[in-house]
């Protein structure tokens, strides 16, 4: 309930109290990406890319749940692995490859590495996380590189 | 027709759907929870299978019974939920902790998660010790016969030492209201409701530290640099921004570094080097040692030496000077322990962390050892007239004048750095938030606590009030003086080590202070609930056999002879204990086998794959130039290949991540 009038008041005028009468209402971008939760990570566009209805970024309330959900603290390991893999993959073609890699560490770094150096970094991610050598990251590279990493489950979350 | 109806007419989605029908209500929808599929989908999902299920015929009382319990569970879950929605709404200091992680990052957070939950721990300890024991007492008339002045708040001592604080206050006979009324005896209820409480403890305790230990314990052959860490796992929980440009200015040097520690040979030492090296190590550890063992050398003749001054001298304020000198000492030498960094070199600033956080403990820990030695070595069989009330009076003072040290150094000290820092010396400004001395500052006191509950009921009380204080004050030191940290924290695996420290020294140590108090010592004559007795234990003895004379409570003395007394019983319980704990091992160590076995196929697979693709693309170029029909069989033969090797890919690495996960078991 709580989330719902979270995403009430994104948009009064658009979303009415009794959300059953007109279910699919969509709350455009820019005002999603201006909540406070969001406003500063570098990568909001594509989360709210990769939750949204259409892939262009404006959400219905389904939506809006399903990703605060999956960011949440009780989310299995699983899906949050899949959607973080969804995030990263820019170009959406299921594989991170060398240009998704170069597209996260700019957004991360903004601008305090130069072009070689970024370039030098996509590589060693490569070197390191692709097991089966065919120069980007299928799902499964990725998810095994997390069981790795122990502090995912606590960083990618969102707090609401 | 929308994609997710699409994907149901497949092979793959009518698969889905018939696995998912024989399953139990609640398994469909924990399976139907973790699809990564879009709510809209999973809802229709769970349509279609409900259907489906309706449609199969099935026996009348078997439906009836699984309909029933199926109901039950429906309740008890939708129950089970929306008392967690209510817990979560009243629980306390949410929204400070989430502007706390969103402006200094997770690591300092844990700290205050940490305080929260060890306030959780006083809460419980108080309520117990309220309930059984304190309440009893208060309805018995009770004589005061000092005079209350200020003083006492400090000390302990004066008129506090006649109330339900101190043990010497508890009557040890048994209370009864009216002549037939229920008979409440108070020695066995203070000696159980203390044990009963430090079990759950304990037992609380280990199950946090498994459940830690578990998520966060890292297979040293796993390990990776950590480029791609640091990469995927950004902290999604900053919301600041200022905090995010910080954090993404201290991301990029990290690379930086990483990224020239790569690049560069390992610098190999001379010999000289090494020596030199090794011998500031061995110099640093000698003197942390010395110090240490000097403070508490101190410390020692100060308690003895206070002693026979307070016996020549009235001063009831004099008392204060030894737990003056304790806090002293808490202040200023882990600082002087810090300094050492300028001279030890590291290879790694994680052993830097490590190996201050080992001397603080150790120093920490001594001081606490030596105090209870000379409490329960001089104190107790000195002729005072009640020697368990002194002990928890010097404890009370402990507490108190740690947590005025702490309430100074965060008022005084925090706030003059950064007024210094702004006129004068800008560098001194940039504080950051020091985790590991204030964590173990924080499990210093609950040590304090946990070793005088026995002689100070009410202390849980002292100390929920000491941490909700501090965590308010602590709060606002860090938001008016503080930056977000330069340096990379693990948070998680720092976590770990804290309740480990928790655990280890300070908890066990407490319950093997209080094991010796109860077993060798012998308790005041002329007050206290164990009053006369030759030890403390004595009384569960007497109560043993005053039940062997009433005929309905047998099986608790059979209980108590053959399986607490007994040794055999205890051998035999090691015994399984061991051989279960073996066998896990066995398990675990099979399973890293396979894992490396599987680990290495993939790689060869993948090496399969780039030749056959090669091969591919050269017999296409090659059927462009020449005769294609000669060709085609190859190509096909080829192509076929290939997506075998590509099905074995995937389906191997699907099973690597899944034994990974079963051997360390991360998450949910």
Redesign the interface.
Known sequence: MRLFYRYQDLAPQLVPLDYTSCPAVKVPYELIGSM??L?????RERIVQV?SEDGDGHMTL??F??MFSV?SG?A????KA???FRI?DFNDDNYICAWD?EQ??TR???G??SAE?IS??CE??LD??D????GRL?L????????????????????I | MKEIELYLLSFAGQKLITSLIPMTSRDRIKTIRNLPRTMEEKRRLRNIVDKEKSKQPHHTLHSCWAHCLDSISLDYRRSKSSLSEFFSSISLWQKTLKVIGGKFGTSVLSYFNFLKWLLKFNIFSFIVNFSFIIIPQLTLPGRNTRPFTGLEILTGAGSFTETVMYYGFYTNSTIRHGSSGPSYDMQLAYIFTIGVSLVICFFSLLYSMAKYFRNNFINPHLYSRGIAKLIFCWDFTVTHEKAVKLKQKNLSTEIRENLSEILQENVKFTFRQQLARFSAHIAAWLVSTGVAIACCAAVYYLAEYNSEFLKTHTNPGAVLLLPFVVSCINLIVPRFYSMFGLVERYEMPRHEVYILLIRNVFLKMSIIGILCYYWLNTVALSDEECWETLIGQEIYRLLLMDFVFSLANSVLGEFLRRIIGMRFIKSLVLQEFDIARNVLELIYAQTLVWIGIFFCPLLPLIQMISLFIMFYVKNISLRMNFQPSNKAWRASQMITVFILLLFFPSFTGALSILAITIWRLKPSATCGPFRGLPFFIQSIYLWIDTLHRRSGYMWVVWIYQNLIGSVHFFFILTLIVLIITYLYWQITEGRKVMIRLLHEQIINEGKDKMFLIEKLTKLQEMEKIENPRALILERRQTEVRLHVVLGTLGTQTCLLVQSASLNWPVGS
Request: glycine letters at 0%.
């Open positions: 406070p939760e406003k500063d990570n570098p990568f939750f389904d939506n749940l399903d960011m009780m299995p390991r699983d899906l899949y959607y973080a990263y890699l996260t560490v991360l770094t903004r305090e590495l150096e030098l970094v060693k991610v390191e996380a097991s089966d050598h065919d299928s499964e590279d990725f998810q095994s590189m997390i069981l790795r990493a122990p502090d995912f489950l606590s960083t990618f979350h969102i707090r």
